[in-house]
């Protein structure tokens, strides 16, 4: 059974730093792509980051490119998101999912970030 | 960047309706689309992608249709399990999904 169990997330001020993780099993992991995807308190869901299987190649999207860092440890079968320069918009639960073929098709329960002062 | 509208938002329907929920991209992305259910409290499931494909071990009421711009989520006959949010998700350009649509019972 595939299991994707994020942790890490909690209340933090703006301006300031948080690491998320992911921990994976039930499948082989190092030969997905992964991804986060949040979404905001009672709002919709938006892509975050990618990383292929190997950690060589990231992508993301304009909102967090520059203050987040997705990467991966094969070994641990784990995945992780760093945030920097966190801005209260980036307050959301957080997903963690593989991520083949463009879609994501397994997701954890989720992290709840909270960015407030 | 692509934007996705997603309607109508919020659809009251009862148990063995046939249920249409609608998606419509702001460009062409053929047939590049997703469709995910979405439980309170729950993490999104994907149900369909590109446009017309069942995922595996979803029920065979759902179904998806369409390309181009005009995407279709239908349910055939509603069960009370189906009670969720439903998201569409284009792939054809970055990864964008539309604001959803609340499905409950009437």
């Known amino acids: 059974e595939v299991q994707l169990v994020e942790s890490g997330g909690g209340l933090v001020q703006p301006g300031r730093s948080l690491k998320l993780s992911c921990a994976a099993s039930?499948?082989?992991?190092?030969?997905?792509?992964m991804a986060w995807v949040r979404q905001a308190p009672k709002k919709g869901l938006e892509w975050v980051a990618t990383i292929s299987t190997s950690g060589s190649r990231t992508y993301y999207p304009d909102s967090v490119k520059g203050r987040f860092t997705i990467s991966r440890d094969n070994a641990k079968s784990s995945l992780y998101l760093q945030m920097n320069s966190l801005k209260s918009e980036d307050t959301a639960t957080y997903y963690c999912a593989s991520h083949p073929n463009n879609l994501f098709d397994y997701w954890g329960q989720g992290v709840m970030v909270t960015v407030s002062s | 960047d692509i934007q996705m509208t997603q309607s109508p938002s919020l659809l009251s329907a009862s148990v063995g309706d046939r249920v249409t929920l609608n998606c419509k991209a702001s460009q062409n992305i053929y047939k590049n689309l997703a469709w995910y259910q979405q439980k309170l409290g729950e993490a999104p499931k994907l149900l369909i992608y590109n446009a017309n494909s069942l995922q595996t071990g979803i029920p065979s009421r759902f179904s998806g249709s369409g390309s181009g711009t005009d995407f279709t989520l239908t349910i055939s006959s509603l069960q009370p399990e189906d009670v969720a949010t439903y998201f569409c998700?284009?792939?054809?350009?970055?990864?964008?999904f539309g604001a959803g649509t609340k499905l409950e019972l009437k």
């Open positions: 998700q284009q792939y054809y350009s970055g990864y964008t």
């Open positions: 039930g499948f082989t992991f190092s030969n997905y792509y």
